[in-house]
Nanobody, 124 residues
Framework: QVQLVESGGGSVQAGGSLRLSCAASGDTTSRYCMGWFRQTPGKEREGVAGIDRDGSTSYADSVKGRFTISRDKSKNTLYLQVNSLKPEDTAMYYC??????????????????WGLGTQVTVSS
């Protein structure tokens, strides 16, 4: 069973950048599809980006051209580069992993394993 720990969140001004990381342990995530999600209080968790075993990616329309998902299989780590941040990007960001029903999906049902999140706050 894989365990996921996110890091890299913080407080930035609009237009700024961050790189979120998701360190995995307990299994080799090269066999997994993985994704990034975000959630604000009172709202449903929404998919931001996904990546499959072969590196194919998918993005929510709201982040296309600004966010980039990538993975370093040698480090068992998933990344999310977030650029040109907007106040509406403020949220808790979570990484997720799925082994058997693998696709770079953006639905919460597409993933079985979840981290505890890292907070991103963007001020105007």
């Amino acid at each position: 069973q894989v365990q996921l720990v996110e890091s890299g969140g913080g407080s930035v001004q609009a237009g700024g950048s961050l790189r979120l990381s998701c360190a995995a342990s307990g299994d080799t995530t090269s066999r997994y599809c993985m994704g990034w999600f975000r959630q604000t209080p009172g709202k449903e968790r929404e998919g931001v980006a996904g990546i499959d075993r072969d590196g194919s990616t998918s993005y929510a329309d709201s982040v296309k051209g600004r966010f980039t998902i990538s993975r370093d299989k040698s480090k068992n780590t998933l990344y999310l580069q977030v650029n040109s941040l907007k106040p509406e990007d403020t949220a808790m960001y979570y990484c997720a992993a799925e082994l058997y029903r693998c696709s770079p999906g953006l639905g919460t049902d597409d993933y079985t394993y979840w981290g505890l999140g890292t907070q991103v706050t963007v001020s105007s």
